[in-house]
T-cell receptor, first 114, second 115 residues
Framework: AQTVTQSQPEMSVQEAETVTLSCTYD???????LFWYKQPPSRQMILVIR??????QNATENRFSVNFQKAAKSFSLKISDSQLGDAAMYFC???????????FGTGTRLKVLA | EAGVTQFPSHSVIEKGQTVTLRCDPI?????LYWYRRVMGKEIKFLLH????????ESGMPNNRFLAERTGGTYSTLKVQPAELEDSGVYFC?????????????FGPGTRLTVL
């Protein structure tokens, strides 16, 4: 069975600094998708970034980028120039081709210090 | 475009009572999903609707949980009777049916507390 592990329950970063959130996963599939979702307090959970496993190039979205290491089954999220609005719970998720089911990690709470 | 909405945002009930959670997906999204996060743990899949049909309900914990999606629009998730272990945040998500590459859009969740 596939699993997703986020080993950092909580992280802090100074405003304008860079922070990296870790995510590892376990699967025997070769074709799958990985996601980072962000949930600000009491608000909608929104997609931050997604990565197709068949793509070697790491996905980027403005200040957000991933380090996708397929062989190591690692999918970390780097947030550059952190802003107060980045404070949220971040969830890493996995979905294999052929299923709509997402498998999530336990989440990392990110605090941004002014 | 309105996002996925869920009602209520919070619900506190006594053990043995019944609670109904509602989810309104993004207009035009045929796929609707329910997930649950028990405190401190991962978000777990409960079930998946395509329009009004249940495609996958493998994550439903037991027969105290009943999900419906009448007319293929909004969905309800009823818990009857509620137990202490049902406490958690219930998320709803929706997606268009454009193949597996489609992204799921999540609602803010309903926080259920069973006392």
């Amino acid at each position: 069975a596939q699993t997703v592990t986020q080993s950092q329950p909580e992280m802090s970063v100074q405003e304008a600094e860079t922070v990296t959130l870790s995510c590892t996963y376990d699967t025997s599939e070769s074709d799958y998708y990985l996601f980072w979702y962000k949930q600000p307090p009491s608000r909608q959970m929104i997609l931050v970034i997604r990565q197709e496993a068949y793509k070697q190039q790491n996905a980027t979205e403005n200040r957000f980028s991933v380090n996708f290491q397929k062989a190591a089954k690692s999918f970390s999220l780097k947030i550059s120039d952190s802003q107060l609005g980045d404070a949220a719970m971040y969830f890493c998720a996995y979905s294999s081709r052929g299923t709509y089911k997402y498998i999530f990690g336990t989440g990392t709470r990110l605090k941004v210090l002014a | 475009e309105a996002g996925v909405t869920q009602f209520p945002s919070h619900s506190v009930i006594e053990k043995g009572q019944t609670v109904t959670l509602r989810c309104d997906p993004i207009s035009g999204h045929d796929n609707l999903y329910w997930y649950r996060r028990v405190m401190g743990k991962e978000i777990k899949f409960l079930l998946h609707f395509v329009k009004e049909s249940k495609q996958d309900e493998s994550g439903m914990p037991n027969n105290r949980f009943l999900a419906e999606r009448t007319g293929g629009t909004y969905s309800t998730l009823k818990v009857q009777p509620a137990e202490l272990e049902d406490s958690g945040v219930y998320f709803c998500a929706s997606s268009q049916d454009v193949g597996h590459t489609d992204t799921q859009y999540f609602g803010p969740g309903t926080r259920l507390t069973v006392l």
